[in-house]
């Protein structure tokens, strides 16, 4: 008694509680969920201070189904198309094997139905017409159904039989044109006693029988297969003879094909096409909505399930090994992912040979795979499972691998990602103007037809340094490039910026008898551009030198006069880039000629290793980065110049490594392209 006392007394102070909470918070979303219980919203009306019940079970009423209903609907619209999609089956596939099945029951009681002699009396037997209808058999199409028909009913082709079979299996025919080659063949097959036997010779005669035969043209085995098959389960060849070349046929195709599976195209197409009349089997997708809505799938009463039986298990069993076949190839696709995964985390970069590889078996797994999902529904079985190996390295960059792009799937908008500091940056080095919008194709025709033949050659050299590069082990690395600098650089014993100076006095020698005018008038440009320190200022320079300076001469001039900018007067270089990025589109041996000079000035500091002339090695790099920016000079001869400093990385080459980090380190760690090779030399 005493106990049920307690327990009413707890009831009535929580009930007491329950409602001071109600009505002191009513619009509070934990007073809403005490009183409903029902997912009240945790808005209320607050012109009130009292709880109204109404309110509440009127919002809850709103609240709580409004998602449902949707959810339904899609639900029922989802299961109403895919009742509708199975209906449109379940008719497709009873029409087409009720048609089937009347054909073949005219064909297999052909013989009581075909004419006597007398009616070929009055046909045509001229040779010219019946050879020119056999001609036209070789050819036939959907579209010439019709007149084929028509034309052989007013033929006697008694004499031409064996030639007609021949045109008909040697037809090339596609998939589309297989239900007119078979009923031509069934009016033939009526018409004519031995055209049957005729045409099982030939099959006999063009079909692959023995295993190691080489398929040599398997589109038109593809269409081969299905157009046999279609004639056999239209009773045009009694079963026992039809069979067993059906049967054999299929056995060419898949016991030698268990490893590289390259006739998996031409046994689909069969399972496709073919499938219900000779294996019975039904694609699973349908087989499961049929369950699903309970509704009966037609079936096919060619052949017993005793005789499907056979040919289902031989199916079966290809697919098994196309699964392992699968299986096996998506483990090598997986070591050579974790191979590019070391090689890229160790050197930053692939070479062409080893991307192309990797790229040519993920498209042969992709089709393969896709092969055996397709097979994998119309035989109603499983798919092996690929599992994902965990402990496969991954880090913070690459959970995959993109060997082309390691930043496809990150942002490259916000400034930690941005290859540019600020958009101002970014628009100095981006929006250039166009030469050629407003300048007179005439002025640079010359000037920009093609590269010059340095240029390639300067690229080749680089690929076949790189390539040369591949190594596995650091230690060999600085050895390596030690060497390589020692052959690159046997060329570039003299001073650049000495030879260029003298020929220029030289230049300026034979010239002051030529051309004072022009000469002027080039002087007085080139003058000018050590005054050129904004934008507007070098962007007219580059109008002024296309319009009134663009020759040959010229051009030689001014990419000496670019190089040997002042060493003290770095804050030039960035315009000077822009100036020659600029003309590139119209003068592109500008940018060549320049970025050849820098190169092989570049190598000539590296080779000398003397511990004078700083402020022109830091010139020359800066000069080299600026470019890089402009992409002007090639990302990947830029790598090679760092790399050829850090593996000698003292005395003035930390300084020159230093400057040309500064100048350009960001744009290239940033960029997708030379992201992970900057990671690695840094």
Not at 69 to 76: G, S
Not at 263 to 271: R, T
Not at 368 to 374: D, P, T
Not at 656 to 661: E, G, I, T, Y
């Amino acid at each position: 008694m005493e106990s049920r006392g307690k327990s009413w007394k707890r009831e009535r102070e929580e009930r007491g509680r329950k409602q001071a909470i109600q009505q002191d918070g009513n619009g509070k979303k934990d007073s809403s969920e005490v009183h409903s219980g029902s997912g009240l919203p945790a808005e209320t009306d607050k012109k009130t201070d009292k709880f109204d019940p109404k309110n509440s079970v009127a919002e809850s009423g709103e609240k709580t189904p409004e998602q449902a209903p949707e959810e339904k609907e899609t639900a029922d619209t989802t299961s109403e198309a895919q009742r509708q999609e199975l209906q449109q089956y379940i008719k497709e596939l009873a029409e087409k094997l009720r048609l089937k099945a009347e054909l073949r029951a005219v064909n297999t009681n052909a013989e009581s139905t075909r004419p006597e002699e007398s009616f070929f009396s009055k046909l045509d037997s001229s040779l010219k017409k019946n050879t020119a209808f056999i001609k036209r058999l070789r050819n036939m199409t959907e579209m010439q159904r019709d007149s084929l028909i028509k034309d052989m009913e007013g033929l006697n082709l008694t004499k031409y039989i064996s030639e007609a079979a021949a045109a008909i299996v040697d037809a090339k025919l596609k998939m589309s044109d297989v239900s007119t080659g078979v009923q031509v063949c069934s009016l033939l097959h009526r018409r004519y006693a031995d055209f049957s036997a005729q045409l099982l010779e030939h099959w006999q005669k063009v079909l692959p029988m023995k295993k190691d035969e080489k398929i040599s043209n398997p589109s038109k085995i593809r269409v081969d297969l299905r157009f046999y098959a279609e004639l056999v389960s239209s009773g045009i060849f009694p079963l026992r003879e039809g069979l067993p070349l059906l049967g054999n046929l299929l056995t060419v195709l898949t016991g030698p094909d268990r490893e590289e599976h390259s006739n998996v195209g031409i046994v689909l197409s069969f399972c496709r096409h073919c499938g219900e009349d000779y294996t019975g089997i039904v694609p699973r997708k349908y087989r499961l909505l049929s369950e699903k809505y309970q509704m009966e799938l037609p079936k096919s009463d060619f052949l017993l399930p005793d005789r499907q039986k056979g040919l289902r298990s031989l199916l079966k069993d290809y697919f098994k090994s196309l699964c392992r076949h699968v299986v096996k190839d998506y483990k090598t696709l997986e070591n050579m992912e974790k191979q590019n995964h070391r090689i890229l985390q160790t050197k930053g970069e692939l070479s062409a040979d080893r991307k192309e590889k990797f790229e040519a078996a993920q498209a042969a797994f992709q089709k393969l795979l896709s092969n055996s999902e397709q097979f994998s529904d119309i035989v109603d079985e499983d798919m092996p499972h690929l599992p994902k190996d965990e402990n496969f390295p991954q880090d913070s960059e690459t959970t995959t691998l993109d060997v082309h792009n390691r930043f496809k799937d990150r942002e490259m908008l916000d400034g930690s990602l941005s290859v540019w500091e600020d958009d101002d940056t970014r628009s100095f080095y981006e929006n250039l103007p166009d030469l050629k919008a407003f300048i007179p194709g005439i002025l640079f025709k010359d000037s920009s037809q093609a590269v010059p033949q340095s240029q390639t050659e300067a690229v080749e050299k680089l690929e076949e340094d790189l390539s040369q590069l591949e190594i596995e082990e650091s230690e060999l690395l600085e050895a390596e490039t030690k060497e390589e600098v020692k052959e690159t650089a046997k060329s570039d014993d003299k001073d650049l910026t000495e030879t260029l100076m003298q020929e220029m006095d030289d230049t300026e020698e034979e010239a002051a008898a030529s051309n004072t005018a022009n000469k002027v008038l080039l002087d007085h440009f080139l003058n000018s551009l050590l005054n050129c320190v904004n934008r507007e200022m070098i962007d007219q320079a580059a109008v002024d030198f296309c319009m009134n300076l663009n020759t040959r001469p010229n051009r030689k001039k001014l990419v000496k006069a670019l190089f040997l900018v002042p060493r003290t007067r770095l804050d030039l270089l960035p315009f000077y880039a822009r100036f020659v990025a600029t003309l590139n589109p119209c003068m592109p041996d500008v940018a060549s000629d320049l970025v050849s000079m820098l190169k092989q000035d570049f190598k000539f500091h590296i080779k000398k290793k003397d511990q004078i002339n700083i402020e022109s090695k830091v010139k020359t790099v800066r000069f080299i980065g600026e470019l890089v920016k402009f992409k002007v000079f090639p990302k990947t001869e830029a790598l090679y110049c760092l790399k050829l400093l850090l593996c000698d990385f003292i005395h003035h080459h930390v300084e020159m490594a230093c400057n040309l980090l500064e100048t350009c380190g960001r744009f290239l760690f940033q960029a997708p392209d030379s992201h992970q090779r900057i990671k690695v030399l840094l």
